[in-house]
């Protein structure tokens, strides 16, 4: 079993979050733990590729740049054959 790079695990939680997600859910989903999902949420927000809203729960959703980053990583590496 390889390591994730940074890059493969911003990914996986941009994809988790497409249709909007709890931290919970991206905890499992993107096989992480809570306390380094926080970094990686916090660094997605600040660079506008995640959306958060806080109603009665907080949720995280990929905004349109974050869509545009998932599918230009889905192209390299298709290209790379990785």
Same mark, same amino acid.
């Given at each position: 079993? /390889?390591?994730?790079?940074?890059?493969?695990?911003?990914?996986?939680?941009?994809?988790?979050?497409?249709?909007?997600?709890?931290? /919970?859910?991206?905890?499992?989903?993107?096989?992480?733990?809570?306390?380094?999902?926080?970094?990686?949420?916090?660094?997605?927000?600040?660079?506008?590729?995640?959306?958060? /809203?806080?109603?009665?729960?907080?949720?995280?959703? /990929?905004?349109?740049?974050?869509?545009?980053?998932?599918?230009?990583?889905?192209?390299?590496?298709?290209?790379?054959?990785?």
């Amino acid at each position: 079993m /390889t390591r994730r790079d940074r890059m493969q695990i911003m990914v996986s939680i941009l994809n988790t979050c497409t249709r909007g997600a709890n931290k /919970t859910r991206i905890v499992y989903q993107a096989n992480l733990n809570f306390r380094t999902v926080n970094p990686y949420l916090d660094l997605l927000e600040k660079k506008g590729l995640l959306q958060v /809203t806080e109603d009665r729960t907080t949720l995280y959703k /990929t905004t349109p740049r974050g869509l545009e980053l998932i599918n230009n990583f889905s192209s390299i590496n298709e290209m790379l054959n990785l």
